[in-house]
């Protein structure tokens, strides 16, 4: 829930027109631009990014299998607060 105090009433008639040109309710208009300025679209999805420089410089499954075989496994030894 979220209360927003002290709203200028020219920013609630513009925000009450937006949402009626957009076919919403106010308060559904208001979701909607918090939404998009707190997550943009453009935003950096970092799986993607990674995967898509990973083809760039062309690594391949057989590559990341080399990682896999030289990698130490090797159990990690527990923390211990003496």
Same mark, same amino acid.
């Given at each position: 829930? $979220? ?6 009433? %020219? ?9 009626? $040109?957009? @076919? ?9 631009? $918090?939404a998009i300025a707190v997550k ?12 898509? $420089? @990973?083809?760039?410089? @062309? ?12 990698? %130490? ?10």
């Amino acid at each position: 829930m $979220l209360t927003v105090r002290n709203l200028p009433d %020219d920013v609630h008639r513009a925000l009450r027109a937006q949402a009626a $040109l957009h @076919g919403r309710s106010t308060e559904a208009e208001v979701r909607e631009i $918090l939404a998009i300025a707190v997550k943009p679209e453009m935003r950096v999805h970092l799986g993607e990014a990674l995967a898509a $420089l @990973g083809r760039k410089i @062309g690594l391949t499954n057989e590559d990341f299998q080399v990682c896999d075989r030289v990698r %130490d496994k090797t159990p990690a030894e527990p923390l211990r607060f003496e």
